[in-house]
């Protein structure tokens, strides 16, 4: 009787110090260490879930939080640098989905990627999920979304209801002249967040993320609201006056002759990234003052 | 007896009624209808008047700029074959186009922003940048002997394009994404200009060069034979050829700063003339201005409309048509 | 029917006396650029009004270049060419070009162009800058056309001739331009022998019954022996003889022009000479 117990209590023993030694390895495999980020957006996620200090590379044109700048660059999504991202021996990269060629080496290195595509607003909330499984920040990422579907709700009901202007969403142009106009199309995270912020993309019917625009569709097309979109450099003063002065032209536009031109600027919104939520609100507060 | 002059004076008469059929046309035909009396009536304010501004910002500055284009492109490249006596020679052929690029480049890639009379820094940049290519090409033909030396002025050229072409390279590469996009739209030609001021800007150029144009026809057909025969006529060659060299590039820059570098009106709209009407330049140098007019606004009206709500750059109409030809054009000549 | 705007009124063109210098080249030189040799060196030519001069000479002797200079399209680096008693280089190139007119060795167009409006180019130097061509003009064509017998060619595309008939039109695209002298570079050497013949029947009629001066660059003795009455022989840009053809074609001077031992037999009741060479001198 002792005997057969003192066997039950062994193999317990080994069961439970088996089970614990793979969850131990488990848990040390799934949670990267040194991750290195070519895509802007995705490097604010993982700060934004507390995946921050986990990070060990950045690309060349990440700006925030402050505290990427010191950390090293290895390039972005047309020149990837591969020898600096090796020297950096990491356990996750984050590149672009059509970095193809990179994923190829990578995958020779064994060194697992996680391949990003650009979408809509709902897409951004998806990928905050899943880099958060993938990092072990899985609760910080749902306490993420959280936050910003509630801010987007918050806004989304603030504007339900009242009319929806047709904005003409302005990514770029020439300066000081209306050539090369480039506008969101009716898709994409841009044209989510305006929906969002209660407007309508008036070229929503051609279904594409970004079309350009030629004086005689904005005549013909006639939208109440133009938002331009600059990720920095605030017009002001006499600069203002005079990029407000190109769309004067346009005289019988509604947005020029009631004066509803407007700059939206910041980094918030030209990436798909946590911020999301300061840039639906900042374009409800133009749009729905 | 075969009256010269009269010929002259009729072909010249018959196409200049067909580029201005094409002109007055052109402003009422596109993605939307408009009604023109209304464009042009009296009874709807300017501000409310969306058919007028339709017809007035958008599409007739689009129309003039096409025909000026197609018309400065189209008579440089009559210029530039008889001065290099090759009839594949394009206003593009001398790297004027490729300085002028890489002057647009520049200017998109450093954010060059400033503006002069309505005009933004990028067609200034193009224009000085096309300048820069005219020196070095001009300089590198007349440093070896005295006179214009056209093989040296041809390889000048080439090479010149291959070098800017390097350089614009470099330019794209360290450019941003947004700034490439833009660099390469400019390429594919855009002659949405919305308002006058670049029309203005780019009009004394372009007077300059047709104003010289004017002076050339016969010595154009004269130097067809080579520079020794040509002199021996009584041509002062070097003058001629000096002339004939500044105008056309000037011609080009200008044409390619106002509306991008379109390709191929400088070589289907010469050879698609000469087919029609033979070789003498009094007809032929005149008549491709104005046919080439008309083509451009013919190939941006299809631009804008083939493919509606959305436009093709007419660059694209233009290569689409101009390549077949072209090709077409080699096979027939061998 | 003449084709010289400014003959001597009354003067009929003389076999044997020579008239007044046309065209002088006193003592001149030419280098191509500073660091070439001298390719015209020191040449001195009279030709006469009235006279058919062949300038005779092997290839490289300097021959074109000369041609250059006494058309004026080229300067010489050291002495004067003079017309009359004008100093060429002192004149626009369309006044001389009212005088002298040049017919090439080879032409070859870009373009494709008609014989007869080839043929009209020609009246350029006396057309103003924006005047097209008149009937007189075109009536000068033709005239040009009927001497050269190619009068029925005159429709045809330049390029779908034959070697002859090519040069034929632009000797009459030369004529058209009236001049009193006509300087010819090698007008035989690419025509088959029937098209030769044909050449130089053609240029001695001109110069006999039109009383056109000529002067004929070429490196072909039997040419130069059968229609030139007076020879130059150029070698390495100097000249080594000079004077009429019975006169200065010997077999010495045939041997200093091309190392070559040759026969020249002159037919007795013709007063023709031929040139037949026996063998090469080492």
Redesign the interface.
């Known amino acids: 009787m002792a005997a057969r117990q003192t066997i039950v209590t062994r193999l317990t023993a080994v069961a439970f110090c088996v089970a614990a030694c793979t969850v131990f390895v488990s848990h040390a495999q799934t949670n990267p260490q040194r991750i290195v980020s070519l895509v802007p957006a995705l490097t604010e996620m993982l700060f934004a879930i507390g995946a921050g200090p986990q990070v060990v590379g950045v690309s060349s044109?990440d700006r925030y939080p402050p505290s990427v700048t010191s950390l090293p660059r290895v390039g972005a999504?047309?020149?990837p640098d591969t020898e600096r991202i090796l020297s950096l021996t990491p356990d996750l990269v984050l590149t672009y989905g059509s970095q193809v060629d990179l994923q190829t080496q990578m995958r020779r290195a064994s060194i697992p990627t996680f391949d990003y595509r650009h979408g809509g607003l709902d897409h951004i909330l998806v990928t905050i999920r899943q880099l958060g499984q993938r990092t072990g920040h899985i609760n910080e990422a749902n306490a993420l979304v959280s936050g910003i579907e509630t801010r987007i709700q918050a806004v989304k009901a603030r504007v339900v209801g009242k009319q929806r202007p047709r904005t003409l969403l302005v990514f770029?142009r020439?300066?000081?002249?209306?050539?090369?106009i480039?506008v969101s199309g009716g898709s994409g995270f841009l044209r989510d967040m305006l929906v969002a912020a209660g407007g309508e993309d008036v070229f929503e019917?051609?279904g594409r993320e970004s079309?350009?625009a030629?004086?005689?569709?904005i005549?013909?097309r006639?939208p109440e609201v133009i938002l331009e979109i600059r990720s920095e450099n605030i017009p002001a003063g006499a600069e203002l006056d005079?990029e407000l002065q190109s769309w004067s032209?346009?005289?019988?536009v509604p947005a020029v002759?009631n004066k509803r031109v407007y700059f939206v600027t910041g980094q918030q919104m030209t990436v798909p990234g946590p911020r999301v939520a300061d840039g639906v609100e900042r374009m409800a507060k133009v749009l729905h003052p | 007896m075969m009256n010269i002059r009269r010929r002259i004076a009729m072909v010249v008469l018959a196409f200049l009624a067909f580029a201005i059929a094409v002109i007055v046309v052109a402003p009422m035909v596109g993605s939307t209808s408009i009604s023109l009396s209304k464009a042009f009536g009296r009874s709807v304010d300017w501000n409310e008047n969306v058919d007028a501004q339709i017809f007035f910002v958008a599409r007739l500055p689009r129309v003039l700029s096409g025909a000026l284009v197609g018309a400065a492109l189209a008579a440089a490249g009559v210029v530039l074959q008889a001065l290099l006596r090759n009839p594949l020679a394009t206003p593009f052929t001398l790297g004027v186009s490729a300085g002028a690029a890489l002057g647009a480049m520049v200017a998109i890639a450093i954010g060059l922003d400033v503006g002069w009379f309505g005009v933004s820094s990028v067609p200034i940049a193009s224009f000085a940048g096309s300048l820069v290519a005219i020196g070095i090409v001009y300089a590198l033909a007349t440093s070896q002997r005295r006179g214009l030396s056209t093989n040296v002025l041809l390889l000048a050229g080439v090479t010149l394009n291959s070098f800017f072409s390097a350089l614009i390279l470099f330019v794209q590469y360290v450019s941003d994404f947004t700034q490439s996009v833009r660099a390469v739209r400019w390429l594919m030609g855009d002659l949405d200009v919305g308002g006058y001021s670049s029309i203005v800007a780019a009009l004394p150029m372009l007077l300059a060069a047709f104003g010289v144009f004017a002076f050339l026809p016969r010595t154009l057909n004269l130097l067809t034979l080579g520079e020794d025969v040509a002199a021996a006529r009584g041509v002062d060659v070097m003058s001629a050829q000096r002339w004939a060299f500044f105008s056309a590039s000037l011609a080009t820059g200008a044409a390619v700063s106002l509306g991008g570098p379109i390709g191929f009106i400088g070589i289907v709209v010469p050879h698609l003339v000469r087919l029609m009407i033979g070789s003498d330049h009094r007809i032929v140098l005149p008549a491709a201005a104005l046919f080439g007019a008309a083509f451009t606004v013919l190939c941006d009206l299809t631009a804008r409309t083939i493919m509606a709500p959305l436009e093709l750059p007419v660059g694209i109409i233009t290569a689409l048509i101009g390549g077949p030809f072209f090709l077409w054009l080699l096979v027939k000549r061998s | 029917m003449s084709f010289r705007a400014r003959a001597t009124p009354g003067r009929r063109p003389s076999l044997f006396l020579d008239g007044p210098t046309l065209l002088w080249a006193d003592n001149v030189s030419f280098r191509y650029s500073t660091a070439a040799p001298l390719v015209v060196n020191e040449v001195t030519v009279r030709l006469n009004d009235g006279t058919l001069t062949g300038i005779l000479g092997p290839n490289g002797s300097g021959k074109t270049t000369l041609l250059r200079l006494l058309s004026g399209t080229r300067r010489p680096t050291a002495g004067r060419v003079h017309l009359d008693d004008r100093a060429l280089d002192r004149m626009s190139r369309r006044e001389a070009a009212r005088h002298i007119a040049v017919v090439p060795q080879e032409t070859e167009l870009a373009f494709e162009y008609t014989a007869i409006e080839i043929v009209l180019m020609g009246r350029h130097p006396h057309l103003g800058l924006f005047t097209v061509e008149g009937p007189a003009d075109i009536e000068l064509a033709q005239q040009a056309m009927a001497a050269t017998g190619t009068a029925h060619l005159a429709d045809r595309p330049f390029h779908q001739l034959s070697g002859g008939e090519k040069q034929r039109v632009v000797i009459a695209a030369a004529l058209a331009q009236s001049p009193r002298l006509l300087l010819l570079d090698e007008p035989t050497a690419s025509l088959d022998l029937g098209y030769q013949l044909e050449v130089s029947a053609l240029l001695q009629r001109l110069n006999l019954e039109q009383g056109v001066t000529l002067a004929i660059s070429t490196h072909d003795l039997n040419l130069a022996a059968a229609i030139c009455r007076d020879l130059i022989m150029m070698r390495d840009g100097r000249v080594i003889a000079t004077g009429a053809t019975t006169d200065v074609l010997t077999p010495e001077n045939v041997r200093r022009l091309y190392d070559v031992e040759a026969d020249v037999h002159v037919h007795g009741d013709t007063g023709h000479m031929t040139v037949v060479p026996v063998r090469r001198l080492p």
């Open positions: 044109y999504l047309l020149d770029s020439e300066p000081k002249t209306l050539r090369n480039y019917d051609i079309v350009q030629t004086t005689e569709t005549l013909i006639a005079s032209r346009l005289s019988t002759k």
